[in-house]
């Protein structure tokens, strides 16, 4: 039997260990005790008498490898270790079984799914940039699929939104919040939004010189930071003006500044990216100021 094979199709994040025998994981448990997400490979595994321990939130047991197993399934993503800054490993990302590219399936449904995305202005050309589709069946029923992609064009997960004004939750994500979520890679500068809609309107208006990312929350964790740094001359935070996104933006401003030039994009209060029409997002972002510790973001957003 393959453990890593089988641990790997229960959807955990795995690095290799410089030890024989033993692997890191993000620890699954951490939230179940109280911690937040574990992103740093904190549970140690031996595959080979099965022993594992948690360093952050202290789980331990002596049949690691049955406890793991008790898992609910996720998409597997297994990536190289962070400090390594390696390309990631993807091992078995999949989409869901009857996911369709809207811009060829025919039907009811992706009409419907068509006019959805029509309304948060996504046409028929970001569609077939990013190979948006959708899917009916299981837990992604009427959901548009958004697909996110690593370097080398590997898939290594989805995001679904529903359609649904009821739905709950709106998003699902394959592979929780660790991946950023890219709609252009090539420019001098990198764009950082919170959410997929924002970081296809953003594209929309960005010139040539600017790549284009979605962080899907408003943290800049290590697993996204890696490669941001190094290949980009300089970092735009455009995050919503909510409670969350000013404290993300200014977490991550304050995080970033002496390593590379970081600017920001007011947005009126209470709008965020996806929503603005291009006329509004120009406007915004050619008014985009730099940061530094003196430029208080409170007072930048006037809030």
């Not at 800049?220 to 735009?236: A, D, P, Q």
Request: with cysteine; proline share 4%; aromatic share 10%.
């Amino acid at each position: 039997m393959n453990v890593l094979a089988h641990l790997r199709k229960k959807g955990l994040r795995v690095v290799p260990s410089k030890k024989p025998n033993e692997v890191w994981i993000c620890c699954p448990f951490c939230i179940l005790r109280g911690k937040s997400a574990d992103t740093e490979y904190k549970l140690g595994f031996n595959t080979k008498n099965g022993k594992m321990h948690c360093f952050r939130c202290g789980k331990s047991s002596r049949s690691g490898y049955s406890v793991l197993l008790d898992l609910d399934d996720h998409t597997v993503v297994i990536e190289t270790a962070p400090e390594t800054q390696a390309e990631p490993e993807i091992v078995s990302a999949v989409l869901p079984e009857d996911f369709q590219l809207l811009s060829r399936a025919k039907g009811y449904w992706p009409s419907k799914a068509r006019e959805y995305l029509l309304g948060r202005r996504i046409g028929a050309e970001q569609l077939i940039r990013h190979r948006v589709g959708f899917s009916m069946n299981g837990k992604t029923s009427g959901r548009v699929v958004f697909p996110i992609f690593a370097e080398k064009d590997q898939l290594v997960g989805w995001s679904a939104r529903s359609w649904f004004p009821e739905a709950i939750p709106k998003w699902l994500h394959s592979i929780g919040l660790t991946s950023a979520y890219w709609a252009k890679k090539k420019g001098d500068w990198l764009i950082l939004t919170e959410g997929i809609f924002d970081a296809l309107a953003v594209e929309r208006i960005a010139g040539e010189n600017f790549a284009v990312a979605a962080l899907l929350g408003t943290n800049l964790t290590e697993t996204k930071r890696i490669g941001m740094l190094s290949e980009y001359n300089g970092i735009v935070l455009w995050l919503d003006t909510d409670a969350a996104g000013i404290k993300g933006a200014s977490k991550i401003a304050e995080e970033l500044y002496g390593t590379v030039p970081v600017q920001i994009v007011r947005s009126a209060a209470g709008a965020d990216p996806g929503s603005m029409t291009n006329a509004e997002l120009t406007s915004c972002f050619e008014a985009r100021r730099s940061w530094t510790p003196a430029s208080l973001m409170f007072e930048m957003l006037e809030l």
